[in-house]
């Protein structure tokens, strides 16, 4: 399964901003120390026959802290900066301001060994051992383990005629329910040199008190607050879609196996541990999103109850020959509720963010899925939509955030706040 994350150049992209001083000796240390432990980060990906294999770096290649000064750009920079195959498979770099102050620490990781759990958890571990080191004490070198297996050898057994009549059914489905995607709204030919194209994140960010509003209407109304973004980001897709009729759309939710394989991986394992679950539904404009929510959540609760994340897991290999097979109108990513990493006294954190990046985009495709990344670190929730300007222009995203936004804040109005809205 690794070998599809070779090819779409994927990554994990983590950053935190950071008020006070950083000592960047002592964090160069403390990545040493975590990379150290985890020998998938000291690798790079190499041909093996019809395939790829993880290889050790050699000394002088292996990531280490880079720090550089910059402006309000440095983040766009680096998240326009691509790991290549063949080089390391993460990248990890400090941007000051001129009076070193202000920060910015930008971790890049590659797809293949990374999800979001593990990537969230390096950056934690990484400050844990830069406040060990800081405060006095040796942070303890771990004694470099052997590589994991890839995650699919720690599946369930199964039976290969099974598998294989899923993949059929699966197919089959996808073709009797074609989805729809939403169009661009930017021409290939719309670039300058002064401006290229390039990726660019909009955000959309909630304060704790409307985050706490919205769990607990999704706690009230017997939802999730993954099948309530869901059924927002559906309704705004189609939105931007022509004609008055209900159309097929589809979201494609990321599914963590770490908790589901026995025994379970810890998101300390460097590993891509995911897999997804596609569900097509009929959505309108004047759909109502409580009753969309809760066809996406009954979707995906019949979905893990019948064990099909394995089963999906066992079939992924097999999307190089059936493209859509996890086609969706949006992709909904959920790490769920997260802490964010911890800083020694006198240096404080101001913001945590994951987006996901790829290096290849299709402008020429006319269309794509919407991909919305939801975090909620430190009780605040937010949501990257990460695009490429050639596709979607920076007006579309904003206006689609802004949209967004606008929903989310109405679900997570109290009931007093909405029997006034009604009054008035």
């Given at each position: 399964m690794e070998n599809l994350y070779v090819a779409q150049r994927s990554r994990a992209v983590l950053s935190c901003a950071l008020d006070g001083p950083v000592d960047s000796a002592v964090l160069s240390a403390a990545f040493e120390a975590v990379t150290a432990e985890q020998p998938q980060l000291l690798t790079h990906i190499v041909p093996d026959g019809d395939g790829h294999a993880l290889e050790s770096l050699p000394e002088a290649e292996r990531p280490r802290l880079r720090t550089r000064t910059g402006d309000g750009q440095a983040y766009q920079e680096e998240l326009n900066t691509p790991l290549t195959v063949g080089g390391p498979l993460a990248r990890v770099v400090l941007v000051s301001d001129p009076d070193e102050e202000r920060h910015t620490l930008v971790l890049s990781i590659d797809h293949v060994i990374t999800d979001g759990h593990s990537g969230i958890t390096l950056l934690n571990t990484l400050w844990d051992r830069y406040r060990e080191l800081?405060?006095?004490?040796?942070?303890?070198?771990?004694?470099?383990?052997?590589?994991?297996?890839?995650?699919?050898?720690?599946?369930?057994?199964?039976?290969?005629?099974?598998?294989?009549?899923?993949?059929?059914?699966?197919?089959?489905?996808?073709?009797?329910?074609?989805?729809?995607?939403?169009?661009?709204?930017?021409?290939?030919?719309?670039?300058?040199?002064?401006?290229?194209?390039?990726?660019?994140?909009?955000?959309?960010?909630?304060?704790?008190?409307?985050?706490?509003?919205?769990?607990?209407?999704?706690?009230?109304?017997?939802?999730?607050?993954?099948?309530?973004?869901?059924?927002?980001?559906?309704?705004?897709?189609?939105?931007?879609?022509?004609?008055?009729?209900?159309?097929?759309?589809?979201?494609?939710?990321?599914?963590?196996?770490?908790?589901?394989?026995?025994?379970?991986?810890?998101?300390?394992?460097m590993v891509a541990a995911v897999t997804m679950h596609l569900q097509a539904l009929p959505v309108g404009e004047d759909t109502d999103v409580l009753e969309l929510a809760r066809e996406v959540g009954d979707g995906m609760r019949d979905f893990l109850d019948r064990g099909d994340h394995f089963r999906e897991m066992r079939i992924m290999p097999?999307?190089?020959?059936?493209?859509?097979?996890?086609?969706?109108?949006?992709?909904?990513?959920?790490?769920?509720?997260?802490?964010?990493?911890?800083?020694?006294?006198?240096?404080?954190?101001?913001?945590?963010?994951?987006?996901?990046?790829?290096?290849?985009?299709?402008?020429?495709?006319?269309?794509?899925?919407?991909?919305?990344?939801?975090?909620?670190?430190?009780r605040r929730l937010a949501i990257e939509f990460p695009h490429h300007t050639a596709c979607f222009s920076r007006l579309f995203m904003r206006e689609l955030g802004d949209e967004v936004h606008a929903s989310l804040l109405a679900l997570a109005k109290s009931d007093e706040e909405r029997r006034s809205d009604a009054t008035a």
């Open positions: 800081m405060g006095g004490t040796r942070a303890p070198r771990t004694p470099v383990a052997e590589f994991p297996g890839p995650i699919s050898t720690l599946l369930p057994r199964s039976d290969a005629a099974e598998t294989a009549k899923y993949l059929e059914q699966r197919v089959e489905n996808v073709g009797r329910r074609p989805v729809e995607l939403v169009p661009y709204d930017v021409k290939a030919t719309e670039e300058t040199p002064e401006e290229p194209h390039r990726i660019e994140v909009q955000r959309l960010l909630l304060d704790t008190e409307p985050t706490a509003g919205l769990r607990e209407r999704a706690r009230v109304e017997g939802l999730s607050v993954h099948a309530l973004i869901s059924a927002v980001l559906l309704l705004a897709a189609r939105r931007r879609m022509d004609g008055t009729d209900p159309r097929v759309l589809s979201c494609v939710s990321p599914v963590d196996l770490r908790s589901r394989l026995s025994p379970r991986v810890p998101a300390t394992v097999s999307a190089p020959r059936h493209p859509t097979l996890h086609l969706g109108t949006v992709i909904v990513t959920n790490m769920g509720a997260v802490s964010g990493p911890r800083l020694p006294e006198g240096t404080r954190i101001t913001d945590v963010r994951l987006v996901p990046a790829r290096e290849h985009y299709f402008p020429q495709a006319g269309r794509s899925p919407i991909m919305a990344c939801v975090t909620t670190f430190d």
